[in-house]
């Protein structure tokens, strides 16, 4: 099994079956920050039958470089849910809270390593976003999917690592991995005593823009998307 995404598909997959009598076969795919299983579901034929499932990722590969192939390539039919990326740390770990990771990575420049899915994956986006508002630097460590990135955070391979939230459910639960913040604005109802990442930062959901670019995009949320994909572009090569 991989990550958030090939979990969901199996849970939907399985009750749309089990309402229509259709038969799927999963396949899960991992691999840079789902670039291969995007480029491997455009490359066959459009005949309604090879469905993709993908994160936010495919939305941002041509403005990270990564792939020509995005979602502007397919005919995307249903937006399924939101689910929050959380920071995940071993409950041995000597960080309490997200604050200390910030701390001890701006006093000490890439000595703290965070396990990511590569370029464009959630792991990699939340490093270059807190990179460019808090100053901290970290030392990535590749893996093929969320849940991957957090077992390597059990198994003690790296200090720290971002994925969502599904993707350590049991985990958590059990205590062997803990969660020390949720980039999200508000708190989980499941995880009640977890704080939000902006209860330490508010700054990472305060961006402000000038009158003229307000006026371009009234969604501020839009534009804080469209300012971000600028941004690793153009300083995270």
Same mark, same amino acid.
């Given at each position: 099994?991989?990550?958030?995404?090939?979990?969901?598909?199996?849970?939907i997959?399985?009750?749309?079956?089990k &309402?229509?009598?259709?038969?799927?076969?999963?396949?899960?795919?991992?691999?840079?920050?789902?670039?291969?299983? *995007?480029?491997q579901?455009?490359?066959l034929?459009?005949?309604?039958?090879?469905?993709?499932?993908?994160a $936010?990722?495919?939305?941002?590969?041509d403005a990270?470089?990564?792939?020509?192939? *995005?979602f502007?390539?397919?005919?995307?039919?249903?937006?399924?849910?939101?689910?929050?990326?959380?920071v995940?740390? &071993?409950?041995?770990s000597?960080? &309490?809270?997200?604050?200390?990771?910030?701390?001890?990575?701006?006093?000490?420049?890439?000595?703290? *390593?965070?396990?990511?899915?590569?370029?464009?994956?959630?792991?990699? *986006?939340?490093?270059?976003?807190?990179? $460019?508002?808090?100053?901290?630097?970290?030392?990535?460590?590749?893996? $093929?999917?969320?849940?991957?990135?957090?077992?390597?955070?059990?198994?003690?391979?790296?200090d720290?690592?971002?994925?969502?939230?599904?993707?350590?459910?049991?985990?958590?639960?059990?205590?062997?991995?803990?969660?020390?913040?949720?980039?999200?604005?508000?708190?989980?109802?499941?995880?009640?005593?977890?704080?939000?990442?902006?209860?330490e930062?508010?700054?990472?959901?305060?961006l402000?823009?000038?009158?003229?670019?307000e006026?371009?995009?009234?969604?501020?949320?839009?534009?804080?998307?469209?300012y971000?994909?600028y941004?690793?572009? &153009?300083k995270?090569?």
């Amino acid at each position: 099994k991989g990550g958030a995404t090939d979990i969901l598909n199996r849970g939907i997959s399985d009750i749309v079956a089990k &309402n229509t009598g259709w038969k799927f076969n999963i396949k899960n795919v991992p691999g840079d920050a789902g670039v291969i299983g *995007t480029k491997q579901v455009y490359d066959l034929p459009a005949d309604g039958h090879t469905l993709l499932m993908a994160a $936010e990722n495919p939305s941002t590969y041509d403005a990270l470089g990564i792939s020509d192939v *995005t979602f502007k390539d397919f005919n995307c039919v249903h937006l399924i849910g939101y689910i929050a990326p959380v920071v995940v740390v &071993n409950p041995a770990s000597r960080f &309490n809270t997200f604050k200390d990771i910030i701390d001890e990575a701006k006093a000490n420049p890439g000595s703290i *390593t965070i396990a990511d899915t590569g370029k464009g994956g959630i792991g990699w *986006t939340a490093s270059a976003f807190i990179n $460019e508002i808090t100053g901290a630097r970290f030392q990535p460590m590749t893996y $093929e999917s969320g849940t991957a990135t957090k077992n390597a955070v059990i198994n003690g391979e790296c200090d720290f690592a971002v994925c969502l939230i599904s993707e350590g459910l049991d985990d958590f639960k059990s205590g062997k991995a803990k969660m020390v913040s949720i980039i999200a604005l508000d708190k989980d109802k499941d995880f009640p005593d977890v704080p939000t990442i902006v209860e330490e930062y508010p700054e990472l959901y305060s961006l402000k823009f000038d009158e003229e670019k307000e006026k371009l995009l009234k969604n501020k949320i839009i534009y804080k998307i469209l300012y971000f994909i600028y941004l690793f572009k &153009n300083k995270y090569k």
